[in-house]
Nanobody
Framework: QVQLVESGGGLVQAGGSLRLSCAAS????????MGWYRQAPGKQRELVAR???????HYADSVKGRFTISRDNAKNTVYLQMNSLEPEDTAVYYC????????????WGQGTQVTVSS
């Protein structure tokens, strides 16, 4: 069982920055991929950014050029640097880990609130 613990959320003004962290209980170097998702009130959870074990990163169009996902295998931690934040970025942000070979298992953190004021 993998546990994921997010931190770094909070309240920030539009144009500001935040860095989210996700600490995993296992060795993230062995994970297929890790990612950040978000869910705003009344909306479905959506992918924000994802990084594979090989280091390839993928971003949602809405955050390209503003957000950066990175990983520190030594610390078993994944980060999401969020710059130029907009009110539309307000949501609960969830960390995700995908693990497995034949069957892929998804693990989720408890979420951290990000609120961007205009």
């Amino acid at each position: 069982q993998v546990q994921l613990v997010e931190s770094g959320g909070g309240l920030v003004q539009a144009g500001g920055s935040l860095r989210l962290s996700c600490a995993a209980s296992g060795s993230i170097a062995s994970f297929n991929a890790m990612g950040w998702y978000r869910q705003a009130p009344g909306k479905q959870r959506e992918l924000v950014a994802r990084i594979t074990s090989g280091g390839s990163a993928h971003y949602a169009d809405s955050v390209k050029g503003r957000f950066t996902i990175s990983r520190d295998n030594a610390k078993n931690t994944v980060y999401l640097q969020m710059n130029s934040l907009e009110p539309e970025d307000t949501a609960v942000y969830y960390c995700n880990a995908q693990i497995g070979v034949v069957v892929i298992y998804n693990y989720w953190g408890q979420g951290t609130q990000v609120t961007v004021s205009s």
